[in-house]
């Protein structure tokens, strides 16, 4: 599989990334068993209808994107495909490296971007691709894209865990995957030191109804010990459980009473609220 990527070459210039996505859909979406999409891109489009150098990074929210993109009708169909994508925010000269908070607001356009479309599962893995997958020929020109390095931190630093990079196990206080879990903590925990945020609260939150908010509790507990293991101080850090009471809460029970599997993960979050 290394060999065929490293072979594929660019025809056009600038990056169609969503265009890519959608080429994807169509050819998945009718074959047998279950249906993929593996994406190895950094996801800094630089062609309509996200010429992102029209913009530069960090964004701002990416609900006014997605709002323009399902108006415009640029949204791919992703019903039933999972996505799985690999290197997003990794850049490579003449582009510029993104910022921690360019790779965030990125990372939150395109989860938006593959929910919006209807993407069955989306998991964004944060390590970085080997350079053994570096292109060895020349390439078709693409635009690069301005990065804003923040002139000062702001005084609250806000992190929702989404499910597509910090997952926990349904009843249980334990992340799906560790290893990628611990790879977006330590960047959170790097923003947190490095710009002496020194009151952070962490807000646990469940699917169903947590009786004295245990479930909720645990599992910012769990965040809480992965944090201080990269750095942060345990008496900077608050820990609550709220349970399924809090904002954003999404229906996660089917008519029939059953659990909705899809709409419960997206309710199993950890929020993060540092203030300096």
Known sequence: MEAAITAARATTSEANVLGAITTAAYAVVDGPGPHSI????????????IPLQDYGLPLGPPGPTISFLRSANELPSLKGISVSWYGLGQTRAPQEPLTTAAQTSLTSLWEGILDAAGAQQVTIDPAPLPGALAPSAPLPPVTTVSVSPAVSAPSTYTVTLSPASVAFIGNEAVYVSPQTAEAVLKGVAEEITTNNYDHVVLTGTTALPDPRDTLSTARAMQVKATLVADGVPAQDI????????????ISDVNPDGSLNNAAAQQNRLVIITATQ
Do not use: K, N, R, Y
């Open 38 to 49: 593996i994406v190895l891109d950094s996801g800094v489009s630089t062609a309509a209808p």
């Open 238 to 249: 608050g820990v609550i459980g709220v349970g399924e009471d809090f904002p954003g809460f």
